[in-house]
């Protein structure tokens, strides 16, 4: 990805979707990053609510669960995503920040059916669901897992945000309105994104390379996004892995070191991504 003209590209300079939003204020010099999830029903729905008046809101980025990206604020102007924030002596991060929404439905309630629903009533299979504590609570909740595809997608977009206009920090929108906002949670890797992209600790990937998960994260019998996961997968948050030196694309091929849920010594795959070396 690049960024031309304030608009984010391919690297054969195609412009992604671009989709004016009205709900936007003046130039912007972005500081940081901040990331959010939508709550909303789908990534078409949640981009025609951001682009339409009545929202009073907006994102320069919205991106989808199967990776699509539209873009509906150019980066150098401020777009409508954070409301009423502080950070470090900022306030109004509006006027400071670049915001990116992920089409993610946020917490999700058990149904007696055996799924998952959204605060809207849409079914969400338990397979994208985690159980886990949002920073700013002290109880645990569910929330939608983010796809592979989608973080793959905002991680390099995020990237490429970061270097072109000189970001200083990454934030989620649950830092900067503590109680008032929840996204993007428990379920989105911060560790991850602040670890790759800047710069705060290294990536290796030698066999017998000692890793802590940075997401509650599946572990499956093959390095495929549809395979079987083992019994009492996911791991939880902070769970300490073995690379084996076995990896496939971003699936990388872990022992189990902690003494969790029955899983110590157990080996199987794990996706990059939501790993980080220790
Ligand atoms: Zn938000």
């Known amino acids: 990805m690049k960024i031309i003209n304030h608009r984010l590209c391919r690297d054969d300079d195609t412009p992604y979707p671009f989709r004016v939003s009205p709900n936007i204020g ?37 991106i989808g669960r199967d990776g699509s990206v539209v873009q509906l604020v150019p980066f150098n102007k401020v777009a409508w995503h954070a409301g009423s924030s502080s950070w470090q002596g900022y306030t109004g991060l509006n006027n400071y920040s670049i915001g990116i929404e992920l089409d ?10 055996g799924d998952f629903r959204s605060w809207f009533g849409d079914a969400v299979p338990v397979e994208q669901v985690i159980q886990a504590q949002h920073k700013n609570e002290t ?11 989608q973080l793959f997608v905002a991680l390099e977009a995020a990237g490429t945000i970061i270097q072109q ?9 649950d830092d900067i309105a503590p109680g008032r906002k929840s996204d993007p949670g428990p379920a989105f890797p911060m560790m991850t994104f602040r670890s790759r992209l800047l710069g705060r600790s290294a990536s290796v990937s030698d066999e017998g390379e000692t890793y802590v998960t940075t997401a509650n994260l599946h572990i499956r019998k093959a390095p495929d996004q549809t395979a079987a996961t083992l019994p009492n997968s996911p791991l939880p948050l902070n769970t300490r892995l073995k690379a084996t030196g076995m990896e496939n694309g971003v699936w990388k091929e872990v022992e189990v070191l902690d003494n969790i849920k029955n899983l110590k010594g157990q080996i199987g795959w794990v996706h990059s991504r939501f790993i980080v070396a220790k």
């Open 26 to 62: 003046d130039t912007l010099k972005p500081e940081f990053l901040v990331m959010h999830y939508t709550a909303g029903r789908n990534f078409d729905q949640s981009v025609s609510w951001l682009v339409n008046p009545a929202a009073k809101a907006s994102a320069h980025l919205v």
């Open 165 to 173: 206009y000189g970001l200083k920090d990454i934030l989620g929108h």
């Open 139 to 149: 109880i645990s909740r569910y929330w939608q897992l983010y796809t592979p595809e």
């Open 104 to 113: 993610n439905v946020g917490i999700v309630n058990p149904s007696p059916t």
